[in-house]
């Protein structure tokens, strides 16, 4: 599953390094809340490179969402796409952003974290193609799949597959630093593994026009969300109050953006300015991740049915040895 700007990555591998290092600072600073502190937030991202799921964040702080919560937050992007979970089990983050598979096989390790909220409402990953026929899984046999080295795709492209009778060793992988969509365009590889409102907004604002899609659920994968909100879990213990402010901030910030989605990108740029010359997929990706975060005006709930039917999907493909009980996943105790 690819996050991520836009084409040139090559050039931006020491930006992402130093986001890994540094971090973005937020926070207006200031007191707020119900007990007049401001308690100190370190907000871990999903990925390395900044991305539109991000704007949620910028805009709660820009406004002041976060600081009438009585938080100062500061964005940290890790230094690697497989590091969000250990981020928060070290406390070097205490709230963050991550897909949901990270949050099982961090619990198989034991690792203190817990889902929070959802972030998405459903399972928008698939693959993609400039083919004109509709995707096929039975005649992937030899071809080529753009991949992201993320635990999201290892788990998701196996089940796939699997629908379609094949194996991970009946089709060549190929990865990239970063997207694999230009991979796509240039046709080095015959299908890219996407999100639609990332990579399949890639496609279209790089000139691909409307590419074919089949989505996992379409296959029979689980229809779970992508992304979840995470915390360490000790740490959320210790401060419920702080959890659900800084998730009802997140959300003020999100639907600050999806009202404003000029000024939304707006920020996310001047934040991130090494992503501003990707402008038009930048605002096109915000506006089709914004249906995207809640359902019937409902925002964040997760259910006992979503993890179960999720980590039994990945017990039977082989690729969890047990599913713990859903309590062990998430919680629903710190929403707003």
Not at 15 to 41: H, I, M, R, S
Not at 176 to 196: C, H, N, Q, W
Request: aromatic share 8%.
């Amino acid at each position: 599953m690819r996050h991520r700007a836009v084409r040139s990555w090559g050039a931006v591998i020491g930006t992402v390094l130093a986001l890994a290092a540094v971090g973005t600072a937020c926070g207006n600073g200031g007191d707020g809340g119900g007990d007049g502190e401001t308690t100190a937030v370190t907000i871990v991202t999903e990925w390395s490179f900044p991305d539109p799921l991000w704007i949620p964040f910028l805009a709660a702080d820009d406004q002041g969402f976060y600081a009438e919560a009585g938080l100062d937050v500061t964005i940290q992007a890790p230094p690697d796409n497989s590091t969000t979970m250990k981020m928060l089990a070290s406390g070097d983050a205490q709230v963050g952003l991550s897909a949901i598979t990270d949050v099982v096989f961090a619990r198989a390790e034991e690792l203190p974290v817990v889902s929070v909220a959802n972030m998405t409402v459903r399972n928008n990953w698939g693959l993609f193609s400039l083919e004109d026929r509709p995707i096929d899984i039975s005649a992937l046999r030899g071809k080529t799949i753009g991949i992201y080295d993320d635990s999201w795709t290892a788990a998701m492209l196996p089940l796939m597959l699997d629908s379609g009778g094949l194996t991970i060793d009946d089709v060549e992988t190929v990865s990239a630093t970063g997207s694999v969509i230009p991979l796509l365009l240039e046709g080095e590889i015959d299908v890219a593994t996407e999100v639609t409102n990332l990579g399949g907004v890639e496609i279209v604002t790089s000139g691909g026009g409307d590419p074919q899609v089949l989505l996992a659920p379409e296959v029979g994968a689980p229809d779970t969300p992508v992304w979840v909100y995470v915390a360490d879990s000790r740490w959320a213990q210790e401060n419920p109050d702080r959890v659900t402010a800084w998730l009802d901030a997140t959300r003020q910030g999100a639907e600050w953006a999806i009202e404003n989605p000029e000024d939304a990108v707006a920020l996310f740029e001047e934040a991130y300015p090494e992503v501003a010359s990707a402008h038009e997929y930048n605002l096109a990706a915000w506006q089709a991740t914004a249906p995207l975060l809640s359902e019937d005006g409902e925002w964040f709930t997760q259910t006992e049915t979503q993890w179960i039917g999720f980590t039994k999907a990945l017990v039977d493909a082989g690729q969890l040895d047990e599913a713990l009980d859903a309590t062990e996943y998430y919680t629903n105790d710190y929403l707003p």
